[in-house]
C-alpha cells in the first residue's frame, strides 16, 4: 500500500477538473468587473469634460456680468443701459429706425392665408 503524501494530495486538488472550473467561474466575474470599472471610468470622463465646457461657460458669464456691474458703476454706463432696454433717445437726438421689407413670397403668402379666411369668414356668415 502506498502511502499518499500531502503533496502529492495537495497537487491532486489543484490540479483537478473542479478547482479549474473554479478558477475560470473566478476569472469570469473579475474581468467582468474590470470592464464594468472601465465603462464607468469613461463616462466620468465625458462627465467631467461636459462639466469642465459649462465651467467654462459660467465663468465667462460670470467676467460679462462683472464687467456690466462696473459699467453701472458710471453715468454713461447707466445711460448706456438705459438706451438699450428701453430703445429711447435724448432730448434733441434723431433716431432712425430700419425696418426690413417683406419678400415677395411672404406677401403672396399672406395674401392667400387672406384670402382662405373671407372664404371661411363667407360661409360661417351664411350659416
Excluded: C, H
Amino acid at each position: 500500500m502506498s502511502q499518499k503524501t500531502p503533496q502529492k494530495l495537495y497537487e491532486k486538488i489543484l490540479y483537478s477538473k473542479v478547482m479549474l472550473l473554479i478558477l475560470l467561474v473566478a476569472i469570469f466575474f473579475m474581468g467582468k468587473g474590470v470592464i464594468g470599472l472601465y465603462d464607468k471610468k469613461q463616462s466620468t470622463g465625458e462627465t467631467l469634460e461636459l462639466i469642465r465646457a459649462e465651467w467654462e461657460r459660467a465663468q465667462e458669464r460670470r467676467s460679462v456680468l462683472e464687467k456690466k456691474l462696473d459699467d453701472f458703476e458710471t453715468e454713461k454706463g447707466i445711460e448706456m443701459e438705459i438706451r438699450d432696454m428701453f430703445n429711447v433717445a435724448k432730448e434733441g437726438e434723431k433716431v432712425i429706425v430700419i425696418v426690413d421689407t417683406p419678400k415677395e413670397e411672404e406677401v403672396e403668402e399672406i395674401q392667400k392665408e387672406a384670402l382662405w379666411y373671407r372664404i371661411i369668414d363667407i360661409f360661417l356668415f351664411w350659416r
